[in-house]
């Protein structure tokens, strides 16, 4: 599966402030230390998840473990939570994910590491507090990124329009690793635009959320219209400046 290294979520309208992660030109972002999110996949050779499943997965994850409390400022008691300084280090740089492979003692090894496990219809992610470029745990390193893709097996049913949807890109070819990273990006950005009480809902709920891919009018339409927009730095699978996701929340939409 692709790694998305240095693949970055960038929003679709042209008002970028100066310090936001998401300026393509370089900015004292890129003069912070670097950190990437670590996600797994769980992948037995003879009963791997669907595609979508695994990608509906990733995103849910990835908004996990940013509403922990181990991520965020305080607690109740005014504590800090143990994950909140490298949580906020990490999107006070530029935002990197990177997905990765593994099964049997693999997975046995990764899921003993602090993280959080988040389980799909029959996907299995586990996402880990972000680590230094250069720092991977050993048990996290030595996974593959490359490996057998992914495929939904069954026609998927249309996404529930009255909730969030990641809108795919029709036009754009990735495999599902890069996939999982890119809905992981969309689901932060909507994240990121919501305010306390939407957040608070959303995660109450268990953070439902859809993943599709839309015909090219309708993609036209999504990406013209206000909706976080993710684009790709394009070191990786595609071209840069690739719109990949469309992050679709109730509480967006104009």
């Not at 809905?183 to 932060?188: D, R, T, V, Y």
């Amino acid at each position: 599966m692709s790694s998305d290294r240095i693949s970055e979520p960038l929003p679709a309208t042209p008002e970028t402030s100066a310090d936001s992660p998401f300026r393509t030109e370089p900015t004292a972002r890129d003069e912070a230390p670097q950190f990437v999110l670590p996600l797994v996949v769980h992948l037995e050779k003879t009963d791997p998840p669907a595609r979508n499943d695994a990608l509906v997965t990733a995103a849910r994850a990835v908004l996990t473990i940013l509403s922990d409390p181990r991520s965020l400022g305080e607690d109740e008691g005014g504590a800090e939570g143990e994950w909140a300084r490298v949580m906020r280090d990490w999107q006070d740089a530029r935002i990197r994910k990177v997905v990765r492979r593994a099964r049997g003692a693999e997975w046995r090894k990764a899921s003993a590491l602090p993280g959080i496990t988040v389980t799909g219809g029959h996907a299995e992610v586990r996402v880990f507090p972000p680590v230094p470029l250069d720092g991977w745990p050993k048990e996290l390193a030595k996974l593959q990124v490359s490996g057998t893709d992914l495929d939904d097996p069954e026609p998927l049913a249309a996404p529930d329009a009255a909730g969030p949807v990641l809108w795919m890109s029709p036009d754009v070819e990735m495999s599902a690793g890069k996939a999982m990273a890119q809905a992981g990006h969309g689901a932060q950005l909507a994240w990121w635009e919501l305010s306390d009480t939407e957040r608070k809902a959303w995660r109450e709920a268990g953070f439902p959320l859809s993943v599709a891919t839309p015909d090219a009018a309708r993609w036209r339409e999504l990406t013209a219209s206000g909706l976080p927009v993710v684009r790709d730095a394009g070191f990786t699978e595609i071209a840069p400046g690739s719109c990949t996701v469309v992050a679709d929340h109730p509480a967006l939409r104009r």
